[in-house]
């Protein structure tokens, strides 16, 4: 499953974006979809996922009442509505999915991925 992120871009401080992701392809249910970002010579960071029903979401310290994930319809598309961003949110947004969820989230528990999508937070 080839996964196909959009929505990055560069936005001031305070401002909103929102990140979208879907297969390429019709495939089976994805049971968990997430986001990472990877800033340069940082690793991947876990930042919020999303299992099926949409009702159970996952989010990192970091992003928490300030970012939220979403499923969308068809089932296989996921948002990242991303608001109050900081300069510090400023990377390589991936998004990720897996039949199977595992927790702790990890990155190497996601078999997909979608190529990223640069966000530029900067006055």
């Known amino acids: 499953v080839q996964l196909q992120a959009s929505g990055g871009g560069t936005v001031q401080p305070g401002g909103s974006l929102r990140l979208s992701c879907a297969p390429s392809?019709?495939?089976?249910?994805?049971?968990?979809m997430a986001w990472f970002r990877q800033a340069p010579g940082n690793e991947r960071e876990f930042v919020a996922a999303?299992?099926?029903?949409?009702?159970?979401?996952y989010y990192s310290d970091s992003v928490k009442g300030r970012f939220t994930v979403s499923r969308g319809n068809p089932k296989n598309t996921v948002y990242l509505q991303m608001t109050a961003l900081k300069p510090d949110d400023t990377t390589v947004y991936f998004c990720?999915?897996?039949?199977?969820?595992?927790?702790?989230?990890?990155?190497?528990?996601?078999?997909?991925w979608g190529q990223g999508t640069l966000v530029t937070v900067s006055s």
């Open positions: 392809r019709r495939s089976f249910d994805l049971f968990v």
């Open positions: 999303s299992v099926l029903n949409g009702d159970t979401t």
């Open positions: 990720a999915a897996d039949y199977n969820l595992i927790l702790p989230i990890d990155e190497r528990n996601f078999e997909f």
